[in-house]
């Protein structure tokens, strides 16, 4: 699995940070936080399955916005 942090999963799907943070929060994603200088910083999971159900839920949430 690849490790990718939220700042640049935002920009490869061309959502907004906010909205990746709140993905994040409710489980929509798999993450992993790892401890760096004295911080947690959270990073994405990703695999082919995983992004898959993103892309599904990402369009689809589109459709659903006038």
């Known amino acids: 699995?690849?490790?990718?942090?939220?700042?640049?999963?935002?920009?490869?799907h061309k959502l907004s940070i906010f909205n990746v943070v709140k993905m994040t929060k409710s489980g929509q994603v798999p993450t992993e936080t790892v401890v760096e200088n004295g911080k947690d910083v959270v990073f994405i999971l990703i695999n082919g399955y995983i992004e898959k159900e993103v892309q599904k839920s990402i369009v689809s949430n589109e459709c659903k916005e006038p």
């Open 1 to 12: 699995m690849e490790k990718i942090s939220i700042k640049s999963y935002a920009v490869k």
